[in-house]
T-cell receptor, first 112, second 115 residues
Framework: AQKVTQAQTEISVVEKEDVTLDCVYE???????LFWYKQPPSGELVFLIR??????QNEISGRYSWNFQKSTSSFNFTITASQVVDSAVYFC?????????FGAGTILRVKS | DSGVTQTPKHLITATGQRVTLRCSPR?????VYWYQQSLDQGLQFLIQ???????AKGNILERFSAQQFPDLHSELNLSSLELGDSALYFC??????????????FGSGTRLTVV
């Protein structure tokens, strides 16, 4: 069965620290997509990235970077030089039969 | 603004009542998905419609129903409400029927409080 595990329930860092959010997934599909979403305190779900299973290149977007490793079924997310505005809940998700299977989320608190 | 519009943003109602949540997908998107986010269950897929037809069903209670209209907007009907139905309900839309190759855009959600 499809499953996404975000083992870190909550992480607290001080501004400007780097932080990595872990995501481990399980799937029997050979073709699949992985996602990261951000949910700020206002509640909306903000799309961050989509990665397909055939593309294992790491991706960088500004202070955000993602490390996809099929060998360990992981899709980790790193924020470099964190800022208070990064405080949010971050969800990793996996597609399965037209739906997204979400992890439980990691609460990130960035303190000034 | 994601382009997916959900109304109302907040809803407070009593147990046993019925409510309707509305979603207008992003222009050009044919699929609408409903998700429930609760403290104990996390984000759970409820149901998907594609161009008016039900396409996929998740953990949706029998007390809940949905439909997609010819103009592609969708409504989620929740009846005989219980305290445990209090949650944030999200609608998402995508261009195609399947998520592969297509993005998934979420609305800002409807926060339902059952008292």
């Amino acid at each position: 069965a499809q499953k996404v595990t975000q083992a870190q329930t909550e992480i607290s860092v001080v501004e400007k620290e780097d932080v990595t959010l872990d995501c481990v997934y399980e799937t029997r599909d050979t073709t699949y997509y992985l996602f990261w979403y951000k949910q700020p305190p206002s509640g909306e779900l903000v799309f961050l990235i989509r990665r397909n299973s055939f593309d294992e290149q790491n991706e960088i977007s500004g202070r955000y970077s993602w490390n996809f490793q099929k060998s360990t079924s992981s899709f980790n997310f790193t924020i470099t030089a964190s800022q208070v505005v990064d405080s949010a809940v971050y969800f990793c998700a996996l597609n399965w039969r037209n739906k997204l299977v979400f992890g439980a989320g990691t609460i990130l608190r960035v303190k000034s | 603004d994601s382009g997916v519009t959900q109304t109302p943003k907040h809803l407070i109602t009593a147990t046993g009542q019925r409510v309707t949540l509305r979603c207008s997908p992003r222009s050009g998107d044919l699929s609408v998905y409903w998700y429930q986010q609760s403290l104990d269950q996390g984000l759970q897929f409820l149901i998907q419609y594609y161009n008016g037809e039900e396409r996929a069903k998740g953990n949706i209670l029998e007390r809940f129903s949905a439909q997609q209209f010819p103009d592609l907007h969708s409504e989620l009907n929740l009846s005989s409400l219980e305290l445990g139905d209090s949650a944030l309900y999200f609608c998402a839309s995508s261009v195609g029927a399947g998520i592969a190759n297509y993005g998934y855009t979420f609305g800002s959600g409807t926060r339902l409080t059952v008292v």
